[in-house]
């Protein structure tokens, strides 16, 4: 059972393009969390899905970024017009239910040049 | 709002040395409390939780105890290795609509020498 995939790991794009990021879950897990790890910070809560449903987007931006997951496929963070602040490691997890602990990925780390 | 609070590091020690990192946290609730652990690169692994006061979570000799009167949750370790080598968070879980986030702490690097 291969655990929470991310891709790609490392993602460089010059300011103003667009970044996204891919999360497959695990088997069986149809709850989708993004956190964002600033350098030298810990992870900060940025939305909440799951399958076709934005549940809690609390600690999304509210300019430029973007989530879904949708019925078919990973789960996809879209950053537009990226800037040097976007600079960090994204992380998803997953879990099977809202009660459950979450199981996280390794990360994409973006670096806006 | 609810958050966390660790020692500032980095924290170094010798091998075999006895490690405590401080936690201490504010919350509205009855929050669940974690720690977490991060290799270089990677993402984060679960090391050990509590659920509730005066629970004790464990695993891999190292071991925190949930501590509602001083709102702590200190992270030991009686005889640490080099491959302890890591970061290590704080987190306690917080409600969002239908479900929980985890609140993470600013993290402590820890290095252990040979």
């Known amino acids: 059972n291969a655990g929470v995939m991310q891709n790609p790991r490392h993602l460089v794009r010059r300011r103003g393009q667009e970044a996204r990021l891919r999360c497959s879950p695990m088997?069986?897990?149809?709850?989708v969390y993004w956190y964002r790890q600033l350098p030298e910070e810990g992870l900060k809560f940025m939305v909440y899905?799951?399958?076709?449903?934005?549940?809690?987007e609390s600690g999304m931006p509210k300019e430029r970024f973007s989530a879904e997951f949708p019925k078919e496929g990973p789960s996809i963070l879209r950053i537009q017009q990226v800037v040097r602040g976007d600079s960090a490691a994204y992380f998803c997890?997953?879990?099977?239910?809202?009660?459950?602990?979450?199981?996280f990925g390794s990360g994409t780390r973006l670096t806006v040049v | 709002g609810d958050s966390v609070t660790q020692m500032e590091g980095p924290v170094t020690l010798s091998e075999e040395a006895f490690l405590t990192i401080n936690c201490t946290y504010t919350a509205t609730g009855y929050p669940s409390l974690f720690w977490y652990v991060q290799y270089p690169g990677e993402g984060l692994q679960l090391l050990l939780k509590?659920?509730?006061?005066?629970d004790k979570g464990s695993n891999k000799g190292f071991e925190a105890t949930y501590r509602k009167e001083t709102t702590s949750f200190h992270l030991e370790k009686g005889s640490v290795q080099v491959s302890d080598s890591a970061v290590y968070f704080c987190?306690?879980?917080?409600?969002?609509?239908?479900?929980?986030?985890?609140?993470f702490g600013q993290g402590t690097r820890l290095t252990i020498n040979p």
């Open positions: 509590a659920t509730k006061a005066d």
């Open positions: 899905l799951q399958k076709e449903n934005i549940i809690d």
């Open positions: 088997k069986g897990h149809s709850h």
């Open positions: 987190a306690l879980s917080a409600p969002i609509q239908g479900a929980q986030k985890l609140v």
């Open positions: 997890a997953s879990s099977p239910d809202r009660d459950s602990g979450y199981t």
